[in-house]
């Protein structure tokens, strides 16, 4: 079956939400509390740790809930709805605090973990049911590569579009505060603006999808514990889904901590002005657009393991090679435009095949859920989706818990009126760059042992077409 290309649009907008939420907690929230309110980095990544812990029983949760779930408008849209109130609004309240309350460390960071939580769970309410989707709405091969390629795009472009009006809108360098971002009184202003274009992408994906809220062929399954049980047992066992988690999970603890600790770099080792930060999201959105092409069509052609273990490689050893080539002298001075030209073909890359990683492995994970389904003989697209929407977090959950214990670790300075010196600059960039191409080795082993290849998968859907 083939999707026409407006329904993909509209299922693929759903992602914006995810993007906009993503592009804040990897790069905005750590410096936010950290640098502009001033709780310590240690104190927030405790309060990430602590809703991650919450994310590890409420992902799952709601996959076996939507899995059962049996509603006039299907099993998955009814929590598309559910999910835009505390999705939205705990958004907003998360950067609403303000400088001025002169709130104790403890508040602030009550403050930070009740409303990250909350955040959280309203898009786990939302996007377990959402991935789950768009692995139904085609069991093909090729064809879910291409709804997933349109899902990236979207999410990516939610979060380039949150981080563009972050740096041109919200947080322009002023006299007083270059960069812009150390500004205490936008953040409130950006909060509400990303929690409203969350809810509108949700809208905007429910409202388009709803062809297709009865696309499972599953009939109802009741909430047997035992049977519950049994599935998570059988999802567990999977050879090909555990490969899945823990090559995902640590390409997002890798690429989590790369991307929590770039506005660091960006202000304190590079030394760019928003302009330059914000100039940086156009090429960001052309490699992302550049993978959306290129994937569905290699996918024709090459296997998607080939293919994902390209693209870890490459997103590897690319981004320390700008650091080491600037620490030798070779590259530009920090904070010019000419700098800017010359890092620009390095993020290019770098985020190409960031991206297309991402295509390949949701469209793995629909091929594993077919798997799994055959031998549960039970559809559970909620649950396997649930550890992506789980994962997907711990990108930025971790990212951001490792980060501020690194910064604790190299005694990173808080607050913005004490600045790092050369010391603690070189050891961020150390860690940004060369020891996270080393983490990314451990993904790109755990992956190389996935077996599900087209002809896998074609057995695989003929067995279940005779069941």
Request: charged letters at 10%.
């Given at each position: 079956m083939t999707i026409q290309a407006k329904e993909?649009?509209?299922?693929?907008?759903?992602?914006?939400?995810?993007?906009?939420?993503?592009?804040?907690f990897t790069f905005f929230l750590l410096f936010f509390y950290s640098?502009?309110?001033?709780?310590?980095?240690?104190?927030?990544?405790?309060?990430?740790?602590?809703?991650?812990?919450?994310?590890?029983?409420?992902?799952?949760?709601?996959?076996?809930?939507?899995?059962?779930?049996n509603h006039?408008?299907?099993?998955?849209?009814?929590?598309?709805?559910?999910?835009?109130?505390?999705?939205?609004?705990?958004?907003?309240?998360?950067?609403?605090?303000?400088?001025?309350?002169?709130?104790?460390q403890q508040y602030l960071f009550l403050w930070m973990l009740t409303f990250t939580i909350l955040t959280r769970l309203g898009m786990t309410i939302f996007d377990v049911p959402h991935r789950s989707l768009g692995s139904e709405m085609s069991r093909s091969y090729t064809e879910r590569t291409a709804i997933f390629a349109a899902r990236e795009m979207f999410g990516w472009a939610g979060g380039l579009f949150n981080a563009f009006l972050a740096y041109t809108v919200f947080f322009k360098d002023t006299p007083e505060y270059i960069p812009g971002t150390q500004n205490p009184e936008p953040w409130i202003y950006y909060g509400m603006t990303g929690g409203t274009l969350m809810s509108i992408s949700v809208l905007v994906s429910y409202f388009g999808t709803l062809k297709y809220r009865n696309t499972?062929?599953?009939?109802?399954?009741?909430?047997?514990?035992k049977l519950i049980f049994s599935q998570i047992f059988i999802a567990l066992k999977n050879k090909s889904f555990l490969i899945f988690f823990f090559g995902y999970l640590f390409i997002a603890v890798s690429w989590g901590l790369n991307s929590s600790l770039q506005i660091y770099m960006n202000t304190y080792f590079w030394e760019f002005k928003s302009i330059m930060i914000a100039s940086f999201l156009g090429i960001y959105a052309l490699s992302t657009f550049s993978a959306f092409l290129v994937i569905p069509r290699l996918v024709l052609f090459l296997e998607k393991r080939s293919i994902l273990l390209f693209a870890i490689a490459f997103a590897a050893l690319i981004p320390p090679i700008p650091i080491l080539l600037y620490l030798n002298d070779i590259l530009p001075d920090s904070g010019s435009w000419n700098l800017f030209f010359a890092l620009a073909p390095f993020i290019y890359l770098a985020n190409t095949c960031l991206s297309?990683?991402?295509?390949?492995?949701?469209s793995m994970l629909g091929d594993i859920s077919d798997e799994v389904e055959l031998k549960s003989k039970?559809?559970?697209?909620?649950?396997?989706?649930?550890?992506?929407?789980l994962i997907?977090?711990?990108?930025?959950?971790?990212?951001?818990l490792v980060a501020g214990l690194a910064l604790e670790f190299i005694g990173f300075p808080q607050g913005s009126a004490v600045l790092p010196d050369a010391d603690?600059?070189?050891?961020?960039?150390?860690?940004?760059?060369?020891?996270?191409?080393?983490?990314?080795?451990?993904?790109?082993?755990?992956?190389?042992?996935?077996?599900?290849?087209?002809?896998r998968h074609r057995n695989i859907l003929s067995q279940l077409e005779v069941r």
């Open positions: 993909k649009f509209f299922y693929a907008s759903g992602a914006a939400a995810n993007g906009i939420k993503g592009d804040a640098n502009v309110i001033g709780l310590t980095p240690g104190l927030a990544s405790l309060a990430i740790f602590i809703a991650l812990m919450v994310d590890a029983f409420t992902d799952p949760i709601m996959g076996i809930i939507s899995d059962r779930t006039r408008l299907g099993r998955r849209h009814p929590y598309f709805l559910l999910g835009i109130i505390p999705m939205g609004l705990s958004y907003f309240m998360l950067f609403s605090i303000q400088l001025s309350w002169d709130l104790s499972s062929l599953n009939n109802q399954i009741s909430f047997d514990l297309s990683s991402a295509i390949v492995r949701e039970i559809g559970q697209q909620g649950l396997m989706f649930a550890s992506s929407s997907g977090k711990l990108n930025t959950g971790l990212g951001i603690q600059i070189f050891s961020l960039a150390m860690v940004q760059g060369p020891f996270v191409a080393l983490l990314m080795i451990i993904p790109f082993g755990i992956f190389s042992f996935y077996k599900i290849d087209r002809e």
